[in-house]
C-alpha cells in the first residue's frame, strides 16, 4: 500500500521554527521529486517548496524561510522551516512527481500525505 506520512508540525510562536518530515511506505521516496504544499483555512492549497529526485533542483515560493532537504537513506523528505509567521499557519502535505522533477504547481503530483497542522500564534 502506498502511503505518504508528514510529521513535525505544530504550535509555535512566531519567529519559532518547525521541521517537517515526510516518509513513505510501499515506495522509495528518493526515486521522485518531492513537493510541500499547504492550505490554510478558506484558501487553496498553495506550493511552498520542491525537490527534485538527485536533490540538485529546489524551489522556494518565500525564499529565504524555508529549507527543503532529503535523505535518501532513510527515505525521507525534510522541511526546515525558520522564522515562523502567523501567516504560515496552515495544514503542510508533502507530495510525489512522478517523473523525478520538481514542479510548482498540484497537477503534477501524484501521492499526497494526510497533512500535519502548523499553527503559528503567540
Known amino acids: 500500500q502506498v502511503q505518504l506520512v508528514e510529521s513535525g508540525g505544530g504550535l509555535v510562536e512566531p519567529g519559532g521554527s518547525l521541521r517537517l518530515s515526510c516518509t513513505a511506505s510501499?515506495?522509495?521516496?528518493?526515486?521522485?521529486?518531492i513537493g510541500w504544499f499547504r492550505q490554510a483555512p478558506g484558501k487553496e492549497r498553495e506550493g511552498v517548496s520542491c525537490?527534485?529526485?538527485?536533490?540538485?533542483t529546489t524551489y522556494y515560493a518565500d525564499s529565504g524561510r524555508f529549507t527543503i532537504s532529503r535523505d535518501k537513506s532513510k527515505n525521507m523528505v525534510y522541511l526546515q522551516m525558520n522564522s515562523l509567521k502567523p501567516e504560515d499557519t496552515a495544514v503542510y502535505y508533502c507530495?510525489?512527481?512522478?517523473?523525478?522533477?520538481?514542479?510548482?504547481?498540484?497537477?503534477?503530483?501524484?501521492?499526497w500525505g494526510q497533512g500535519t497542522q502548523v499553527t503559528v500564534s503567540s
Open positions: 510501499g515506495f522509495t521516496l528518493g526515486d521522485y521529486g
Open positions: 525537490i527534485n529526485s538527485s536533490g540538485g
Open positions: 507530495a510525489t512527481n512522478l517523473f523525478g522533477i520538481c514542479q510548482r504547481g498540484r497537477s503534477g503530483y501524484t501521492y
